[in-house]
């Protein structure tokens, strides 16, 4: 029997407060592991944005599958993310290996017919980052050219000094770390957990997630 853990997101306090989203989220995802004789071995129930995949709640889920789960069961693919890219990046690092179930989309990718929906959407996202690759690089290219920043998040790999872009040696040395272990083969999981042992951290002061090593990898 296939063991799956649930992963409920609301997006606001309300909804977290009042449960009711998240009491319709369970049910269906208990009636779901019912139906397809599924082993539900626990609920993790998350209060956030859908922005990132760096959230607690969904990292600690990840980090349990191999161990003492086999899949993620959710309502909707967006309770993960509403990213194309970032559902993408999902896939690839994480389930090729193991199980995602959707309740709404009828995804399981268990079965040749599920495999083949998250391949498509993977492909999908994959040529998107590639375009906005291209699109960065550009434009990065052309900023450095002119040691100019136009705003926004300032890039990993880099500090804004006085309106210019300037490097972080010790982030653009764990940049490379990343590209060199990336070369010889190793996973993006692995990668991450290379870092870690290492004492190499993120701006935030947490491991580098997957998720992050493979945009930094890109």
Same mark, same amino acid.
């Given at each position: 029997?296939?063991? $799956? ?11 977290? !407060?009042h449960?009711?989203s998240?009491?319709?989220? /369970? !049910?269906k ?8 004789? %599924?082993?539900? =071995?626990d609920l ?20 349990? #599958?191999?161990?003492? *789960?086999?899949?993620? #069961? $959710? +309502?909707?693919l967006?309770r993960?993310?509403?990213s194309?890219a ?14 995602l #179930? ?13 495999? #083949?929906?998250?391949? +498509?959407? /993977?492909? +999908? @996202?994959?040529? !998107?980052?590639?375009v %906005?690759g ?10 450095? @050219?002119?040691n ?12 804004? =000094?006085n309106?210019?872009? $300037?490097?972080?040696?010790? !982030?653009? @040395? ?8 990336? /070369? ?6 692995? %990668?991450?957990? =290379?870092?870690?042992? /290492?004492?190499?951290? @993120?701006?935030t ?7 992050? %090593?493979?945009?930094? *990898?890109?």
């Open positions: 029997m296939t063991k $799956v853990i649930g992963y409920i997101r609301v997006s606001t306090d309300k909804q977290a !407060e449960g009711f998240l009491e319709a989220q /369970a !049910e995802l208990k009636a779901y592991a019912m139906l397809y004789d %599924i082993d539900l =071995v993790v129930v998350e209060q956030g944005s859908a922005k990132s995949v760096d959230r607690e709640g969904l990292q600690s889920v990840l980090d349990r #599958l191999g161990k003492n *789960a086999d899949g993620l #069961l $959710v +309502v909707k967006d993960l993310t509403r194309v970032d559902l993408g990046r999902l896939v690839e690092t994480y389930f090729q290996d193991y199980a #179930l959707s309740v709404g989309e009828q995804i399981d990718t268990r079965s040749a017919s599920g495999r #083949l929906v998250l391949n +498509v959407l /993977a492909s +999908v @996202s994959q040529w !998107e980052r590639e %906005i291209e699109r960065t690089s550009a434009a990065m290219q052309h900023m450095k @050219s002119l100019k920043y136009t705003g926004g998040k300032t890039p990993y790999g880099y500090d804004l =000094v309106g210019s872009l $300037v490097e972080n040696d010790a !982030e653009q @040395s764990i940049i490379q770390l990343v590209a060199k272990y990336k /070369a010889e083969g190793l996973s993006y999981r692995k %990668i991450s957990k =290379v870092l870690a042992e /290492a004492g190499h951290l @993120s701006r002061g947490r491991s580098f997630t997957p998720n992050r %090593i493979m945009q930094m *990898a890109a």
